[in-house]
């Protein structure tokens, strides 16, 4: 009878080639993975409305002029796989009668494998609304001394 012998992974590994024991196309199993070099943004609107406001709310995002997606009101979208560094977040095609409270524009920091996020609290209707009443009672009412 004849006797079976077994031969150790690693000594077969060597026997055979490195390659036969990888798992991933050739690669060595044990070399840890690369850093990711790009990392996302993460757009969020949160819109408000008054009570008389009926339109229909919306808006375009770009990142550093150029377009990245839509977002409705209380959305989100997010950007994946944006180069590391500074990059220029704006919130664009806003109706007429809304405004970005912190202004349509933010900066947001990439960092390799990580999510930057990004807020744009929106409100439509009454707050133009009232603005353009409380300026025009300014112009009518000046304050006493300049």
């Known amino acids: 009878m004849k006797r079976l012998t077994l031969i150790p992974l690693p000594l077969l590994c060597l026997a055979v080639g490195l390659s036969a024991c990888s798992d991933k196309n050739g690669e060595d199993p044990f070399e840890p993975e690369a850093p990711r070099l790009t990392g996302d943004i993460s757009v969020q609107v949160m819109t408000t409305t008054g009570p008389a406001y009926q339109g229909d709310v919306g808006y375009a995002v770009m990142l550093d002029g150029v377009y990245s997606g839509e977002v409705g009101p209380g ?4 950007i994946r796989d944006v180069s590391l560094g500074r990059h220029t977040v704006r919130l664009v095609q806003i109706p007429e009668d809304c405004r970005a409270t912190d202004g349509s524009s933010k900066e947001a920091r990439v ?3 990580q999510t930057s996020e990004v807020y744009f609290p929106v409100h439509c209707g009454v707050l133009r609304k009232r603005w353009g009443r409380i300026s025009s009672l300014y112009k009518r009412n000046p304050p006493l001394f300049r």
């Open 111 to 113: 960092e390799p494998g």
């Open 75 to 78: 959305g989100y979208l997010t």
